[in-house]
C-alpha cells in the first residue's frame, strides 16, 4: 500500500510538473494552454504513448472541482448590474448566437446516426464560447477598452445564462423516467436557478457585506466551501453543479469579490489545468483519427458562424468594420463548457468525447492566432 501511495505521487507530480513546463511553452509564445492539457492527457492516458495508472475517482474528482472553480470565477466578474445590463442590451444578438451556431452540432450529430440526444448534446458543444480563452485573448491583446468587447461580453454572459436551461434539461433527458416526470424535473432545475440568479443580482452585494472578513484564511474557507456545497446541492436537484458555482460567484461582490479572486485565482489554475489533463486522459488517442474530418468540418463551418454572430453583435452598437471583424473572430474559440458538456454524454454516445476533444483542439488553437492576425 505505501508503495502504490509513493507511485501514486510521484505520477501525478511528474504530470503537475509536465502541465507547468506546458503552461510556460503557452505563455513564452502566446497561445491558449488548454489545448497542449488536452494533448498532455491523450500522451497519458489510455492508449496513449505512457498511460498513468492514476485512480479513476481520483481524476473525476479532481476534474469536477476543476470545473466548479472555473465557473466561479467567471462569475465573480459580473455585477449584477452587469447582468442587467446584457441581458437588457445583448438579447437580439444572443437569439442571433443560438440560431447560428447550436443547429451545426445538432445536424452534424444525425448525420453521424446518433441517438438524438447526443446530437443535442453536440449542438451544446458547438454553441458556446469558452469564455476563459476569450477573457484570456482580450487581456493579452489589451483590448478590454475597445469599443467591440461589450458586445463580446454580452455574448459570454447570455451563453452562460443560456447553459442554466440546457444542463438541467439535458440533465434531465440523461436520468430517464416518463416525460411527466422529466418535466418537472426541467422544471424545478429552471426554477432554481432563476431563484438564484435573482437573489444573486437582488441581494448580491448584502450577503457580500455580511459575509466580508478581513481574514484570508477565512475568506478561503467560507468561499470555497460555499462553492462545494452550493454545487453539491445543486446537482442534487438536477441542476448543474456549474451552473450553480457560476451563480455564487454573481452573488459576490464589493471588496470580498476581490479577495475571493486573489485567494482562489492559484486553485483555479491549478484544478483546471488538471480538469483539462484528465480529460484528455480518459480518451483514447486511438479514436481520433476517424473523427478528425468531422471535427474539422464542424469547426470550420462554426468558425464562419461565429465571427458572424460577433460582427453582427458589435453592429448593433455602431462600432467600425474592423471593430466588427476584431469581436467575430475572437468569439471562435471553444473551451471549458463544451468539454463539459461532452463529458455528460459519453455514455449516450461514445464518440462525442474524441470529437469535442478534436473540435476544441482546432478551435482552441484557431481562434487566439485569427484573433492576433485581425487588428
Known sequence: MPGGTSLLFIELGAAIVGLAILARLASRFGFSTIPLYLLAGL??????????????????VGAEIGVLLLLFMLGLEYTGEQLKHHLRTGLPAGVIDLALNFPPGVIAGLLLGWHPLAAVLLGGVTYISSSGVVAKILAELGRFSHPETPAVLSILVLEDLAMAAYLPLV???LAGGTPVRMAVSVGIAIALALVALFVAIRYGQPISRFAAHQSDEVILLSTFGTVLLVGGLMQRLQVSA??????VG???SGPIAEQSHRL??????????TFFFFFGLEIDPATLPRVLPVAGALAIVTALTKIATG???AKLRNVDQRARWRAGVVLIARGEFSIVIAGLGAAVEPALEPVAAAYVLFLAIGGPL???FVK
Do not use: C, K, M, T
Open 43 to 60: 500522451a497519458f492516458g489510455n492508449g496513449g504513448l505512457a498511460p498513468l495508472n492514476l485512480s479513476q475517482e481520483f481524476i473525476h
Open 370 to 372: 485569427l484573433s492576433r
Open 264 to 273: 482562489l485565482a492559484p486553485l483555479r489554475d491549478l484544478f483546471a489545468a
Open 311 to 313: 460582427y453582427w453583435a
Open 171 to 173: 440533465a434531465a433527458l
Open 250 to 252: 454573481i452573488a459576490v
Open 242 to 247: 456549474a451552473i450553480g458555482a457560476f451563480l
